[in-house]
């Protein structure tokens, strides 16, 4: 009798670790894995509830905490381009945040992955950021010396950020952003800098905009146009033609 209870304790025991395993499992991974997916679903208010959760529940500075902030990242990127938002302290301010906060994680991930997507992400919160200062009517000609270098700041980061992404990048949360989408980013920093012939090294340096009329013979003095008809398929809005 006592070797069947002995028994039934193991089995009982056994049991419970496994379901330990099993929760823990649970709430590092699971929130994570369907947080992306709502997000592929484009219900970005329950990706943001599950990425939340995530963070919540996982020890800070963990890798799960650390996907799970970009994740968040992401969300708030994807929220801020569905309303076209302008304000500067809304959505792109938090994806900022919690992409920040992944970042200063970054030699918790074994994933090249999930770190380009980290990337990629800062590279576009920061161009959008940048813009957002602008598109509220701080112009930068009239800018302050130090809001000037805010700007600046974030257009050089952005740059900084588009360099640090391989020509076979895909989003895969979202296919419709890949290298190019960051690649355009990185030039368009270079032109709010000043580094016009920088621009106009990386237009021509890459293969898939050859097949636009304005890179033939493109120097300082048209690559903004020249970006612009790439930017837009073709088709500046902005120009005569």
């Known amino acids: 009798?006592?070797?069947v209870k002995l028994s039934?304790?193991?089995?009982?025991?056994?049991?419970?670790?496994?379901?330990d395993e099993n929760s823990s499992s649970y709430t590092q991974d699971y929130y994570v894995e369907y947080g992306w997916e709502a997000?592929?679903?484009?219900?970005y208010d329950l990706a943001e509830t599950r990425f939340k959760t995530a963070i919540e529940t996982n020890e800070s500075g963990?890798?799960?905490?650390?996907?799970?902030?970009?994740?968040?990242?992401?969300?708030?990127?994807?929220?801020?381009l569905d309303i076209q938002e302008i304000e500067h302290d809304g959505y792109i301010s938090l994806a900022g945040n919690y992409l920040y906060q992944a970042y200063e994680l970054t030699s918790w991930s074994s994933s090249s992955s999930s770190k380009e997507n980290l990337y990629a992400g800062l590279c576009f919160?920061?161009?959008?950021?940048?813009?957002?200062?602008i598109a509220m009517?701080?112009?930068v000609d009239t800018l302050d010396t130090n809001k000037n270098s805010y700007i600046r700041d974030l257009y050089e980061e952005s740059k900084e950020f588009s360099m640090q992404i391989s020509p076979y990048y895909i989003f895969e949360?979202?296919?419709?952003?890949?290298?190019?989408?960051?690649?355009?980013i990185g030039i368009e920093s270079d032109i709010f800098l000043g580094n016009l012939q920088d621009a106009v090294n990386t237009i021509t340096n890459y293969d898939?905009?050859?097949?636009?009329?304005?890179?033939?013979?493109?120097?300082?003095?048209?690559?903004?146009?020249?970006?612009?008809?790439i930017l837009n398929n073709g088709g500046c809005p902005f120009t005569s033609n």
Do not use: P
């Open 208 to 229: 898939s905009f050859n097949t636009y009329n304005c890179v033939n013979g493109l120097d300082e003095d048209s690559v903004i146009e020249c970006y612009c008809i």
């Open 173 to 184: 949360h979202d296919t419709t952003f890949n290298y190019e989408d960051f690649l355009l």
């Open 137 to 139: 009517g701080i112009l």
């Open 62 to 80: 963990s890798l799960h905490y650390f996907k799970a902030s970009i994740g968040m990242g992401w969300t708030y990127i994807q929220k801020a």
């Open 8 to 19: 039934i304790l193991l089995v009982l025991y056994y049991s419970c670790s496994i379901l």
């Open 1 to 3: 009798m006592k070797k």
């Open 125 to 133: 919160q920061r161009s959008y950021w940048a813009k957002q200062q």
């Open 39 to 43: 997000f592929e679903e484009k219900n």
